[in-house]
C-alpha cells in the first residue's frame, strides 16, 4: 500500500505537532514558574526591609534616643545601607548614631519623619 506525498506530509505534521505543543508548553511553564519565583523573592525582599526598618525605628517609641539605642543604629546602619532602603531614613539614622552624647532636637525629629515615612 502506498501512500501519497500529501498524506506522508500530514502524517508528519501530525507526529510533530505534539513535540510542538509540548514545547510550547514547557516554554509557558518556565515562564510562570520564573515568575512565581521572582515574585516570592520580590516579598521576602518587601518583608525583610519591612523588618528592619522596625528594628531601626524601635528606639523611637519611648521618644529618647539613649547611648544604647545609638549602638544598635550604628550596628544597623551597615545593614540599611546594603538593603537599599530609603536615603532619608540612613541618613538621618547616621545623624543620630553619629551625634555623641546628646542628640539634637532637630535630628530626632528628621528621624521620626523618616521613620513614619518608611513605615507607611
Known sequence: MK???SARRRLRALLILPIIVALVGCSQI????SDGAQGVADSAAATASAELTKRICAPLTDGT????DRARLTDLLALAEESGLATD???SMRKVADSGTEVSATD???FVEACDTAAS
Open 3 to 5: 501512500t501519497s506525498s
Open 30 to 33: 518556565q515562564t510562570a514558574v
Open 65 to 68: 534616643i539613649s547611648a544604647e
Open 89 to 91: 531614613l540612613i541618613d
Open 108 to 110: 530626632v525629629t528628621a
